[in-house]
């Protein structure tokens, strides 16, 4: 992780390292294998090798995480489709979207608009001091006019995470 969360430098997931490791690694496997039971079969030919290739790459792509970066009055994801980035000092809505992973999406006041996974914010600490000194200004300048509630209970979600974790951690749990 860049910076420590102070002085204005940029943080970091400081967990993406480890998850792009693992997509590189699923892809790879995946290209060997195919390339493996091509070439048993006898039937490896240069257009197949271009495919498989091409299938690894579509592998690496979905299994990236989104890189998530943030710093005084921004905050920017980075994903295989290009960046997002949304100035937190003039967030307009917050809204948490259920399904199978829980999504943030924030908008402000430029126009600005991205989706990011709550659980990079849980397992990030110094991330989410910086989107959450943003949307603080953010209501208190008055530009927050959707969502402070929704940020609100997934800030007592991941306080109470944060908690159990550091409770499991000395043995006190």
């Not at 908008?107 to 989410?128: H, I, K, M, S, Y």
């Not at 402070?148 to 944060?162: C, S, Y």
Request: aromatic content about 6%; some cysteine.
């Amino acid at each position: 992780m860049r910076g420590s969360g102070t002085g204005g430098s940029p943080v970091t997931d400081r967990h993406w390292q480890s998850g792009a490791r693992l997509a590189a690694s699923c892809a790879l496997t995946f290209c060997a294998l195919t390339f493996l039971v091509d070439w048993d079969a006898g039937t490896l030919t240069a257009a197949r090798a271009a495919l498989w290739l091409a299938l690894s790459a579509a592998v690496l792509a979905v299994l990236l995480p989104q890189r998530v970066t943030a710093g005084p009055g921004w905050l920017m994801v980075r994903g295989p489709l290009g960046r997002r980035a949304v100035r937190t000092y003039a967030l307009v809505s917050v809204r948490q979207s259920d399904g199978v992973t829980a999504r943030l999406v924030l908008r402000d006041a430029q126009g600005g608009r991205l989706e990011l996974d709550t659980r990079v914010l849980a397992a990030n600490p110094f991330l989410w001091h910086e989107l959450d000194t943003g949307l603080r200004r953010s209501a208190h300048r008055g530009t927050l006019l959707h969502g402070e509630d929704a940020f609100r209970r997934l800030g007592e979600r991941i306080d109470t995470e944060t908690a159990r974790a550091v409770l499991r951690a000395s043995g006190l749990s």
